[in-house]
């Protein structure tokens, strides 16, 4: 199936700047364009591939001014990177299409609810009391617990684990391996210095439009719910304590870990391999660098750093110090000698 | 099923100051308690929550001294935390019934030696003389290899990969994808630059009582084995190397990381995310902040903190200065000039 | 099977020193060793356990000159670890035999491409236009999506999810519960504090000779590959994000995570829990220390640490100050004190 720049131009609301009759089947990265590609410039680090990209055509801010000659077909759109998103989604629409029955080796519990829309793929299983909204989409290899709700569109992927009593909103994506509704990190310490197990009796609850990565952990409460908000993305290998809380919106990277009851505010900005302890309360719009260690509860828009974590300007203030370190100390040394000699 | 007041003091060893007869049928949080539901205060920071509390039951500490008024009815107990924990489980006992028998999906070899008792769920696998002993519960989806040893009452969780040779005790839990028994990390450099894999020929064995977390890691020795003792509890997302070696009652939180062949003595707490190098030995009894990396022996009653960890109060100490570097490296600078331009 | 010393010094290129005759049938660590095993001590820290093991054969260095008394016999060899690790692998050659055939429980796409010699475990699914090579092993509970290309003799552990379009070489090994090919982590932003998925419509490719640990996750890119080089070995919990490349030679221990876009070199040596971020390049032959976390580009042959890292030298030197920052403060303290009071 191949694309005029008119027509592309049509789709993403743009203007042509070049051949208008200009052919492309698919989309590449503009450093790697060839016959054919449709490409995209967002990032200005990349400017210089616009001069030498063999892609026949590249969407462009309708800011960009050339410096060079190049030989591109060029759409002018607002947003460069937005306009090529909606192309690589009209793709992928075209390309998949949903599938929907029951495999013959998926086991679906008689009294699980089961919308006629919804597919339950190869060796999946899906439990007692299940309810399973239209057009979700039970990839193989998946566990699905006892008294789940899973709703309207949302994808469990290949082996995921979403045990007893977990609540899935709509248009959710849960990734491969990752474990729903596991049992929390309960234990009561005995006098002889071994540990008895807090039954974990709470569940999951999981709002609307939720992406949940591959081999990411989410832990069911001791009591009550865990909690993740409408809009909430959460990386690969995250790890979510029992009874945590996180706001809508907030979007978490890879590796990061949020221990028992801490709550987070919504629409925060959290990095990779993040800590936070437990009990915490983090406010709204926090940011929070990668590798942080979170020791106290966060104000509100507030922007941190460091192991443990504090105001980010104020932890690379210090950073620069830390670097020369041994030249401030040196200089010290040599002032404390110069005085002692006097 | 209901409980009154009287039969719930009985339950816990408490004392009822209120209404006998109230009745509840579920336990709830103090701040979410509603008509029916039993709660319980043992932070003091929720104390505020009694006295709007709507549980019909609140266990509190026997010296508890009530500032304002309140209408839940209380059951004193020496320990509420404790005292609710012996509910919940209670509660789950009565909720739980072991399932038992293998599941027509399932596959069991012909020369596993399988208790009566024993339950395998689902598309789970269980191999060659392999011994499963009475009450051992394989839930669905998971594998089980050959020679594998597991002892009764253990529970292996959805997912979860129990690899040739792993021998695991009495009364453990192994969460659901978690992974036991893989190849450990042992390469061997060329000349070329390129890398032999060193064989790992050993296994994973687990004392009694252990708890392994979703998605967590335990790599066989590449020779003798890996050893996780009695009562250890593992979180989620652990990665623990070949040959590492676990003392009895050690805790460790969620995505910590130890490395080939380091020894860990009983007893120890650690925190989450932290990183222990391979070929150490940590003392008994060491208590580890969470994010901490230690590349060093550490010795018994240790409290560390830091990357590189060392003593946890002079890790504080050092770290105050840090935060206010800016302001101590400028006082230096000033005594600097002054003298540079007596 | 038992082999006399004699036997084992020819399979070595080793020389006896003791009784050619004496028999062994396992293999063990010095410390550890029993009437019948072999060991080897290349460690010298480990020389100790030499005059006390009980291993009836040691592989010992060809400089190696004793101090006390023995009763081992020896074989000496260039490098008992490189002489033992041949040992090893030929026991394993013994003991494993290769699996073939198709599992009756097994499903294989019709139109998949899969050598006779190839083995599909119980419960493994393989997916349409698939093509797997010679001796190529998936093992239980695997699932190979669609459009995957798989190299000879490569082993796909249990659980481990080879999603759509990856393409693996020759003589990999994934292990159990890996995820290769999910969606990277790619989202726009919103107006309304809201985000929109950017389709992820790469793939993954993977060299010859990785390998890749239990429970790592592997992006697809947004565009074009995820790329690991040839000779990678990838250990447990380990994230690589969308359009990441690793060159070839590259070792990375557990629980490190690669953000989106970056670049590492050939032969990097990476520890465990290291984090770099996202768009940046790395050089060849850079050792990173574990636990560092990268923020910027970095060259060639490069030793760093650190959060954010630095050069390796320095930021052990400004630690050491670090450590004793109470010290020296004090003393800042004091000078300002006398200078202020002159």
Not at 108 to 127: P, Y
Not at 306 to 326: C, I, M, Q, W
Request: glycine share 10%.
């Amino acid at each position: 199936m191949k694309f005029t720049a008119s027509q592309i131009a049509e789709l993403v609301s743009g203007k042509v700047e070049g051949n208008t009759n200009v052919e492309v089947n698919r989309l590449s990265k503009i450093e790697e364009g060839t016959d054919g590609s449709l490409s995209f410039l967002a990032n200005p680090k990349y400017t210089s591939y616009l001069y030498t990209t063999n892609a026949s055509i590249t969407l462009v801010s309708d800011e960009f001014v050339a410096e060079k000659k190049f030989k591109t077909t060029l759409i002018r759109v607002a947003d460069p990177y937005e306009a090529f998103s909606k192309l690589l989604e009209h793709y992928n629409q075209i390309k998949q299409k949903l599938p929907s029955g029951i495999a013959k080796t998926a086991i679906v519990s008689e009294d699980a609810h089961v919308a006629k829309s919804v597919f339950v793929g190869d060796f999946s299983r899906v439990g007692s009391n299940t309810v399973l909204e239209h057009h979700v989409l039970i990839h193989p290899h998946a566990f699905v617990g006892d008294n789940v709700s899973i709703g309207t569109n949302t994808i469990i992927h290949i082996g995921a684990r979403i045990l007893n009593d977990t609540v899935i909103g709509e248009n959710c994506v849960i990734h491969s391996n990752a474990v729903i509704g596991a049992d929390g990190f309960g234990w009561a310490p005995n006098e002889n210095g071994s540990y008895d197990k807090v039954p974990q009796t709470g569940n999951v609850v999981i709002g609307d439009h939720v992406d949940i990565g591959a081999n990411t952990t989410i832990d069911r409460a001791t009591l009550g719910a865990t909690k993740i908000g409408t809009g909430v993305k959460l990386d690969n290998l995250i790890q979510i304590g029992h009874n945590v809380e996180i706001g809508d919106h907030t979007v978490i990277a890879a590796q990061t870990g949020i221990a028992g009851s801490t709550k987070i505010g919504t629409h925060c900005q959290i990095g990779g391999q993040v800590g936070i302890s437990g009990h915490l309360t983090i406010g709204n719009r926090v940011g929070i660098q990668a590798k942080s260690g979170i020791l106290k509860n966060i104000k509100d828009d507030s922007k941190i750093m460091g192991y443990p974590a504090f105001d980010y300007t104020a932890f690379n203030k210090s950073y620069v110090h830390f670097r020369n370190l041994h030249t401030h100390i040196t200089d010290l040394q040599t002032l404390k000698k110069r005085l002692e000699h006097e």
